[in-house]
């Protein structure tokens, strides 16, 4: 079955440091990849994601994410956090074919200390 | 509007009451979906709309569930008798097509007593 794994519930980093956040998937193929950062009682915002090409995309915010087909992931890094971003992070999945539908991970809740 | 939103922010109801969620998409997007958010849990898709075709219904997880779609535009999702484990944020999303990002309204946070 499809699933996609963010290991880490809770990742609290002081302002300035780098972050990464992991995410796993397993899926029959590269399927395309996302980040989403949902700040409290806002919607899901879309980050960055991976259709195809170079591996190591450019999002918003500061954000990166390095797609390794051998290992299954996609992590976000970001090299200095800044205190707005605290919030909590869904990486999604979606098949290149079929469903249209993404499958989400249950997130990862990111503290940021001054 | 600018992006999609999404009324009331908060309901709260009393077990077995019927409920009705309200969903604006961005103009022009064709493709519509709803999503339930549980506590600590990544979201669960529902229902997407696209165009005149069918709906995929395929993640309501009761009969209890339905949703409607005035052509391209607003969306209700109705929750009839509603039970305590429905307590939840439901998530609307819209997208030009359905391969297409997926962009999402502030949710409405549903808590059933």
């Known amino acids: 079955a499809q699933s996609v794994t963010q290991p880490d519930i809770h990742i609290t980093v002081s302002e300035g440091a780098s972050l990464e956040l992991r995410c796993n998937y397993s899926y029959g193929a590269t399927p395309y990849l996302f980040w989403y950062v949902q700040s409290p009682g806002q919607g899901l915002q879309l980050l960055l994601k991976y259709f195809s090409g170079d591996t190591l995309v450019q999002g918003i915010k500061g954000f990166e994410a390095e797609f390794k087909r051998s290992q299954s992931s996609f992590n976000l890094r970001k090299p200095s956090v800044h205190w707005s971003d605290a919030a909590e992070y869904f990486c999604?999945?979606?098949?290149?074919?079929?469903?249209?539908?993404?499958?989400f991970g249950r997130g990862t809740s990111l503290i940021v200390h001054p | 509007g600018a992006g999609v939103s999404q009324s009331p922010s908060n309901k709260v109801t009393e077990k077995g009451k019927d409920v009705e969620l309200r969903c604006d998409p961005i103009?022009?997007?064709?493709?519509l979906y709803w999503y339930r958010q549980r506590l600590g849990q990544g979201l669960e898709f529902l229902i997407y709309?696209?165009?005149?075709?069918?709906?995929?219904k395929s993640g309501l997880p009761s009969d209890r569930f339905s949703a409607e779609r005035t052509g391209e535009s607003v969306s209700t999702l109705t929750i009839q008798r509603t039970q305590q484990e429905d307590s939840a944020v439901y998530l609307c999303?819209?997208?030009?097509?359905?391969?297409?990002?997926?962009?999402f309204g502030p949710g409405t946070r549903l808590t059933v007593l």
């Open positions: 999303a819209s997208s030009l097509e359905l391969t297409d990002t997926q962009y």
């Open positions: 709309f696209q165009g005149n075709s069918a709906p995929d």
């Open positions: 999604a999945v979606r098949s290149r074919g079929g469903s249209y539908i993404p499958t």
């Open positions: 103009s022009g997007h064709t493709a």
